[in-house]
């Protein structure tokens, strides 16, 4: 599993609180869509118009090839999604019946799913779907379409589309989930990503990818075998099916590199220029070499003020941590903002040095820890319409240890939750008095944000490997340690004096609004977000399960965490702020030694006795209260458009922002334009 990574935004997404943000008061309306479990919402992209032209033109052709990638993720995410994805819109745009009736009202929501999803899967959880339609109803409007606008394969007839099509969505039998980690069961032949394919076997890619390491010419410096690729098994031979121009999702990555050189004339200097370069380069020869030379120039690249990533990033979604899922998102340079995680990043050292962890895990030197808040310009593949707050890249170890990485925290996505939360009233139902609750309106913007900036820009980069220690030594428990790692390093600073006296925190008070709602979210809150009678699975409310669930069972001898039953609802009480940060900080020592030393069966302990199981009557409970709340447990977003106003001879003079799509119209927009893998 890759080191590092993507906050969830389902921190920010669960809390209710008045902003404290400088911003003005606007009347931008934030809402956008409400369906199933989930929000759509809009976000501002404040300042874009204090952009110079050339800023404004760099931005554009980003976006565009941001938005060309987006078929390859849903095709990622399972073979037969980019056949679904097309039928439910012909189907969308084509229907002369009842809109009222409930076969339409649970087709429309099946569809607002799929687009969500980036698939027939849902995008967190990973279980597919249970459409809230029926199969004839579905079965007759494919036949009612006119002829030619379903994605048939070379000589399928529609009875036979049918007869693959329908079972897939409809039988729950049928590829259940995208991403399965259930131990032992074949985790290759039991999920329904599309990363492999022709009846693979999970020991048989283990012995492909370990194959390919053991010839690495350079094992210092090793590539991130099988990234960029589809691993299947043909006529008996395994093969790898490079994304690449003239490979694997040849045409929307052709796409993507004819945006990006038209980006390439207006980077803003010659190292933004080398490092855009070296990306067309990778994406015309799938070579990994070639990435991890872009990746390092990238992250070199500090001083541009517009940034972008753009390719194969994070390996969630595959159950052996090989695979790049597509994502994209490009962005600017919040300045104000950024002089709080410059901060950070300026003493970073002092925060290694002091740190509880023993000595002998700390680094000597920490480098490059380059930190920045940004503002979101568009979201795309795998971070949208569902997107990250905070990003840490690159993933290569090798390559953070000696060139560093990039942090930052996306603020304005920040901003947009924050907003659309305010009076859910969340807080009066879960939080247990008016004090904790005007701490948290006061305090949990600023120290949600100064959360997210440690666990990126301090967390994932701090600690080392002891000598001969394997980066996936702790195999499928990685994920999570270490982003328990991560944010135990976060929680523990945000308690530190060290933060009142950079000026990052004015009230020594300020941080008990985080842990309250650390501690409710990963003890109750967040299990709003798990099917009734489901263990935990996701790496990172796994690590928030652990933090929570650890500190509360350590602390009971000093009553540190208590949960209370008033009026039969269960509330979390915190009696002892201070010991609750010592408990954080012997958690991080334990999660660091583990992780130095490789120490599986310790972290597997740990994720056992406390990530995983859920405590039914507490579930139940969770869900019940937040059922009378109707709050979306998942929340994502759509983009604005850009639109360059040109002179006469055909230069862009200048770029236009607009707000005001719908949901329907971005998607069904998305796929009539940016869809080169089903329009063909
Ligand atoms: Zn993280």
């Not at 379409?145 to 039998?173: C, H, W």
């Not at 236009?656 to 893998?677: F, G, W």
Request: net charge negative; aromatic share 10%.
């Amino acid at each position: 599993m890759k080191k590092s990574i993507i906050v969830s935004a389902i921190a920010a997404a669960a809390i209710a609180s008045p902003a404290v943000s400088t911003a003005e008061a606007t009347n931008f309306n934030y809402k956008v869509d409400r369906f199933a479990d989930i929000e759509v919402l809009r976000y501002q992209v404040p300042e874009f118009s204090a952009l110079s032209v050339s800023q404004k033109t760099l931005v554009y052709y980003l976006t565009e090839a941001a938005l060309y990638g987006r078929d390859i993720l849903t095709d990622q995410n399972g073979k037969h999604n980019l056949a679904i994805r097309t039928t439910l819109e012909e189907i969308y745009k084509n229907y002369k019946g009842n809109k009222e009736s409930a076969e339409y009202k649970g087709f429309l929501t099946y569809l607002k799913q799929v687009w969500f999803a980036n698939g027939i899967h849902h995008h967190y959880s990973t279980d597919k779907f249970q459409p809230a339609f029926s199969p004839e109803f579905f079965v007759k409007e494919v036949k009612a379409l006119p002829s030619g606008v379903l994605p048939l394969a070379k000589g399928q007839s529609v009875d036979d589309f049918l007869k693959v099509i329908t079972p897939v969505i409809f039988d729950a039998e049928v590829m259940p989930k995208r991403v399965n980690q259930e131990a032992g069961q074949d985790l290759i032949l039991t999920s329904a990503c599309n990363y492999y394919d022709g009846g693979i076997t999970q020991a048989e890619v283990e012995a492909f990818y370990a194959n390919m390491k053991n010839a690495d010419s350079d094992p210092a410096h090793p590539m991130s075998y099988g990234l960029n690729s589809r691993l299947v098994k043909r006529d008996g031979k395994v093969v790898e099916e490079v994304y690449k121009v003239g490979g694997r999702y040849s045409e929307a990555i052709i796409k993507i590199v004819d945006c990006l050189k038209k980006a390439l004339p207006f980077a803003e200097n010659d190292l933004q220029k080398s490092h855009i370069a070296k990306l067309i380069e990778y994406y015309e020869t799938g070579n990994l070499r070639t990435f991890d030379e872009y990746s390092i120039l990238w992250v070199e690249d500090v001083v541009s003020g517009v940034d972008f990533i753009n390719g194969f990033i994070e390996s969630y979604g595959d159950p052996l941590g090989y695979k790049g899922a597509w994502e994209s998102i490009v962005n600017f340079k919040n300045q104000a903002a950024s002089h709080r995680t410059e901060l950070i990043s300026n003493n970073a050292q002092w925060f290694e040095d002091n740190s509880p962890v023993d000595a002998r895990f700390k680094k000597a030197q920490v480098k490059g820890v380059s930190a920045k808040v940004i503002t979101a310009a568009i979201l795309a593949g795998d971070a949208y319409p569902a997107t990250p707050i905070g990003i840490n890249l690159p993933n290569a170890n090798w390559i953070r240890a000696a060139h560093g990485s990039k942090s930052v925290t996306i603020e304005n996505i920040t901003e947009a939750y924050d907003k659309a939360a305010q009076g859910n009233g969340f807080n009066a139902e879960f939080v247990i008095d008016k004090e904790t609750s005007d701490l948290m309106d006061k305090y949990l913007f600023i120290t949600d944000n100064l959360h997210t900036d440690l666990h990126e820009c301090l967390g994932h980069g701090s600690g080392k490997l002891l000598p001969g220690v394997a980066d996936d030594a702790l195999k499928e428990h990685g994920s999570t340690l270490e982003e328990t790692r991560a944010d135990l390093f976060a929680l523990y600073y945000l308690a530190d004096s060290k933060l009142i006296s950079l000026g990052l925190l004015d009230n020594p008070d300020a941080y008990k609004a985080e842990y309250y709602k650390y501690i409710l979210n990963g003890l109750m809150t967040q299990l709003m977000r798990i099917e009734y009678g489901k263990n935990i699975e996701e790496a990172h409310m796994r690590n928030r399960q652990l933090i929570a669930a650890w500190c509360y069972e350590k602390g009971k001898v000093d009553n540190v965490i208590q949960l209370s039953k008033i009026n039969g609802k269960t509330y979390i009480k915190i009696n002892d702020y201070e010991k609750l940060r010592n408990l954080f900080g012997e958690l991080l020592c334990e999660i660091q030694r583990i992780k130095s030393e490789g120490d599986y069966e310790a972290g597997k302990k740990l994720v056992e006795e406390y990530a995983v199981k859920v405590d039914p009557a507490l579930h139940r409970e969770v869900l019940d209260r937040y059922a009378s709340l109707d709050i979306a447990p998942y929340k994502g977003f759509v983009n604005p458009i850009y639109t360059p106003v040109k002179d006469e001879a055909g230069n862009i003079i200048d770029v236009t922002v607009d707000y005001s799509e719908s949901y329907i119209d971005q998607m069904l927009r998305y796929s009539k334009c940016y869809s080169p893998l089903t329009n063909r």
